[in-house]
T-cell receptor
Framework: GAVVSQHPSWVICKSGTSVKIECRSLDFQATTMFWYRQFPKQSLMLMATSNEGSKATYEQGVEKDKFLINHASLTLSTLTVTSAHPEDSSFYIC??????????????FGQGTRLTVV | KNEVEQSPQNLTAQEGEFITINCSYSVGISALHWLQQHPGGGIVSLFMLSSGKKKHGRLIATINIQEKHSSLHITASHPRDSAVYICAVTGNQFYFGTGTSLTVIP
């Protein structure tokens, strides 16, 4: 089946530094990728939708200058948390949607990245 | 009101019991997903449904489009099934339920 690889699976960083999280679709081309965050014991919350070759669409309340999303190719999207603060500590998950090949509505999830900012 | 409602929120079962988790949604959808999230956070997609019923091992998922309802069943539950089960629907965007935390006791 389709696989989405997310890296790293966990990261600890100091306040003020930037962290990049990668999301790759390994065996299909993902025209659309989604980034979510999940606080402890809460549901997944959509942060932004990224389409290959265009600017990401951010959900209300998500700072686009803080959470930089780049979808430079059909197999890679990156989320960069800039000037990280302890309140950015969370679980970040990406998912990818395959193009219109009969699997358009299938969602494939990355393994997630646990970010801890100290 | 959430677009996707799950019940129960928490569930404890004895090993071997038959388990049902329910999901209701209020938006038009093209597909419904059942996801499993392990304590470490990783998410595994269990099923994607647009109609009818699917079975994979001890897991069965059903959906009733008219009633906007889906159920996830686990037969002969095992402690390794302990996880959070999340219902998600795709329409114009993804909507997630808050999850059902399942604990299976040996």
């Amino acid at each position: 089946g389709a696989v989405v690889s997310q890296h790293p699976s966990w990261v600890i960083c100091k306040s003020g530094t930037s962290v990049k999280i990668e999301c790759r679709s390994l065996d299909f081309q993902a025209t659309t990728m989604f980034w979510y965050r999940q606080f402890p014991k809460q549901s997944l919350m959509l942060m932004a939708t990224s389409n290959e070759g265009s600017k990401a669409t951010y959900e209300q309340g998500v700072e686009k200058d803080k959470f930089l999303i780049n979808h430079a190719s059909l197999t890679l999207s990156t989320l960069t948390v800039t000037s990280a603060h302890p309140e950015d500590s969370s679980f970040y998950i990406c998912s990818a949607r395959a193009p219109k090949t009969g699997r358009d509505t299938e969602a494939f999830f990355g393994q997630g990245t646990r970010l801890t900012v100290v | 009101k959430n677009e996707v409602e799950q019940s129960p929120q928490n569930l404890t079962a004895q090993e071997g019991e038959f388990i049902t988790i329910n999901c209701s949604y209020s938006v038009g959808i093209s597909a419904l997903h059942w996801l499993q999230q392990h304590p470490g956070g990783g998410i595994v997609s269990l099923f994607m449904l647009s109609s009818g019923k699917k079975k994979h091992g001890r897991l069965i998922a059903t959906i009733n489009i008219q009633e906007k309802h889906s159920s996830l069943h686990i037969t002969a539950s095992h402690p390794r099934d302990s996880a959070v089960y999340i219902c998600a629907v795709t329409g114009n965007q993804f909507y997630f339920g808050t999850g059902t935390s399942l604990t299976v006791i040996p």
